[in-house]
């Protein structure tokens, strides 16, 4: 499945809360989610714009292994995401680590999710770095892909964000970057 994406910086969440009430999407799911980031012995996926990381979801309640793979648009954050689920994250850090992967850096953050048709936007507090919307769509195809991207950008433009004003990097970049 390829995950489509744009990201914002923002100020007020609760502003962006009453105006996605107002569009008529629905109160979803909030919730705490821990992300630890690994990087491979065999290659750097900083350089290749890929990702490894175990997502802890409230403290166990959901936890997934996913490997994100390398952009596919310069629109947008779009990219082939693979997840599973796991039941141990210490398990499964440990036979990372036992394969040589390295354990990068741990990303907190508290999301907030709404959702219409196929969009889900999630209002973001990350740990050091502030507060953030991603607006999500899964999608089938490449070939297709400006299409789900017109619909991303369509939704940001609702809630008062300008393309032009998208965030490309990750939090785990932005973590890095800033540390």
């Given amino acids: 499945m390829i995950e489509l994406e744009a990201k914002f910086k923002v100020t007020d969440l609760a502003e962006i809360e009453r105006q996605l009430i107002q569009l008529k999407f629905l109160k979803g799911k909030t919730y705490a989610q821990n992300d630890v980031y690994f990087n491979s012995s065999l290659r750097d996926f900083g350089e290749t714009d890929e990702a490894l990381r175990i997502r802890t979801v409230n403290q166990g309640e959901k936890i997934e292994l996913t490997y994100k793979g390398k952009k596919l648009s310069s629109e947008s954050k779009s990219r082939e995401e693979i997840s599973v689920g796991i039941e141990s994250s210490d398990k499964m850090e440990k036979i990372l680590l036992n394969l040589g992967f390295k354990r990068v850096l741990a990303v907190e953050k508290y999301r907030s999710t709404f959702v219409s048709e196929h969009l889900e936007v999630a209002l973001d507090r990350v740990t050091g770095l502030g507060t953030f919307v991603e607006i999500e769509l899964e999608w089938k ?8 991207e017109r619909k991303l950008f369509e939704t940001a433009e609702q ?6 004003d998208q965030i490309r990097t990750s ?3 932005m973590l890095l970057e800033k540390s």
Avoid at 141 to 148: F, N, Q, V, Y
């Fill in 141 to 148: 195809s490449e070939e297709s892909l400006k299409e789900g």
């Fill in 159 to 164: 809630l008062g964000l300008r393309k032009s």
């Fill in 171 to 173: 939090y785990l970049e």
